[in-house]
């Protein structure tokens, strides 16, 4: 059985037909991918089968023996009224139609409806019961100002206020599988997005990354559907794609911006339909997985100029995430340098620098057009060339006063700060610090030693005979 679509309640089938219900299940399964499915052949029984189970859904027959579907109706939506139920009846009659809608019903159908438009209904209901039970987990977000699963968002290293609401919106969401669209700048962690909402739905399958910019229209085809076996020259057996790999799971699309007009249409098609053929078959494959796109160019624009189509682009954005960049998160600085400290430190083998005291300002002036991918990169390069017990500063003045010559002359002026030191790491000794003091004063003289000897108020041969034994 196929994992459900909609995993946070079922759907209850009430019909005295066993037939109907038979055949409707196994439409609901093989077409639509529902497997929560819940029968009710005895109206009598069907409030205790909805007070025992997440039902969220009701199809209701409207002509059944003991309890007929009008009063029924009548009792889910008095006693349960955040259920939508859709009456399916074989009576092809406005006005009892029209009854049903007044008593509350969300939809009613003829059973010789045509099998594609009844599905279509169906999920349109699911999808509104999605954003109900989406709104009713936001609004419990918002009031309680907490989070639910903390531990999801462990790997994010953030104090910033923003992104904890996008925290919580992506908890309110974490039932639906509807598309989810993910935007920001380059370097601000939409993969790490991406991962979270993949942890917070709980699905079983995995997460599948794909990063579709530059992809030609076969290879996009050939990576996401598969093919078959003699599909095109050198198919010499067949390839599930990765749709198909990702079943239960979230399939994640990286760069979407760059996608062609032609893929677009491809994709839109998979999100419309909910099927996809691999190459060279006639036998539709179900889409069995969320799907979560990511991109850093702004799609608006990219509408207006007609380089991306304007129905994918609201089909992807049923769920929208804008991650703000890391100047607008000038309080993760200090964290997110400390962190990358830790790490480098460790990946090379060295202990962890002493944090001049200047760096953090520097840091906060800067707009860093590479958000964090930008910041790692730059801490990463400090600490290969790290020498001493303060972390050298040459590094990041080259990129970041090159960037912004104006960051130089604050950079100069803050240059006589004390270095302070972190807590959690042990006092320097008396030798230590001398050595710091030395190694500050020569910098400043530029490696003249006369000059250094005056700055520290120590005499030349005092100073050369401390430089001698560092040395050796």
């Known amino acids: 059985m196929q994992k459900n679509l909609y ?26 991918g529902f497997s929560h499915l819940y029968h009710c052949q005895d ?69 010789t409806t045509e099998e594609r438009r009844l599905i279509e209904g169906i999920k349109r209901a699911v ?36 992104m904890h609401a996008v925290f919580q919106y992506l908890e309110s969401i974490a039932s639906s599988q509807q598309p989810v669209l993910i935007t920001g700048e380059s370097g601000v962690g939409k993969e790490q997005i991406a991962q979270a909402i993949h942890d917070l739905s709980n699905n079983t399958g995995p997460l599948v990354s794909v990063n579709v910019a530059g992809l030609d229209d076969n290879v996009f085809s050939d990576t996401l559907f598969g093919h078959r076996r003699g599909a095109f020259t050198g198919a010499d057996s067949a390839r599930p794609g990765m749709i198909e790999q990702a079943t239960g799971g979230t399939l994640f699309l990286d760069e979407i911006g ?100 200047e760096l953090p300002v520097l840091l906060a002036n800067y707009q860093w057009p590479g958000n964090i991918r930008e910041l790692k990169a730059l801490v990463y390069d400090a600490v290969s060339r790290h020498q001493s017990k303060v972390l050298s500063m040459e590094t990041f003045r080259h990129v970041l006063t090159k960037e912004n010559p104006s960051l130089l002359q604050a950079n100069l002026e803050n240059s006589n700060a004390r270095v302070f030191f972190p807590a959690e790491q042990p006092l320097p000794s008396m030798q230590e610090i001398t050595d710091l003091l030395v190694e500050e004063a020569m910098k400043r003289a530029q490696g003249n030693q006369s000059l250094a000897s005056r700055l520290i108020g120590v005499s030349q041969p005092a100073l050369s005979k401390r430089l001698n034994k560092k040395i050796s």
Not at 332 to 339: R, S, V
């Open 7 to 32: 995993p946070q309640f079922g759907i209850l089938l009430v019909d005295d037909e066993e037939a109907f219900l038979r055949s409707m299940s196994i439409a609901l399964e093989r077409k639509a």
């Open 43 to 111: 109206s009598r029984n069907a409030m205790s089968m909805i007070a025992e189970h997440p039902i969220g859904i009701v199809l209701l027959d409207m002509t059944m023996p003991h309890i007929s579907g009008d009063k029924l109706l009548q009792k889910i939506v008095t006693e349960y009224p955040d259920i939508n139920v859709i009456v399916i009846s074989g009576l092809n009659q406005l006005e009892i139609a029209l009854d049903c809608i007044r008593l509350g019903a969300f939809d009613y159908y003829v059973k």
């Open 127 to 162: 999808r509104m019961q999605e954003m109900h039970v989406e709104n009713q987990a936001l609004r419990r977000h918002v009031l309680t100002n907490t989070l639910e699963q903390p531990n999801v968002f462990a790997s994010i290293i953030t104090q910033d206020k923003g």
């Open 258 to 357: 760059d996608l062609s007009p032609t893929s677009q249409v491809k994709l839109l098609r998979l999100l419309q339909e909910g099927e996809y053929y691999p190459l060279g078959s006639d036998r539709p494959k179900l889409l069995r997985a969320r799907v979560v796109a990511a991109t850093h160019q702004n799609l608006t624009d990219k509408q207006a100029s007609g380089a991306f189509r304007k129905d994918l682009y609201y089909r992807l954005k049923i769920h929208h995430v804008e991650i703000p960049p890391l100047r607008r998160r000038v309080n993760d600085l200090p964290l997110l340098l400390d962190f990358f400290l830790t790490q480098a430190a460790e990946e090379m083998g060295k202990n962890k620098p002493t944090i001049p005291k």
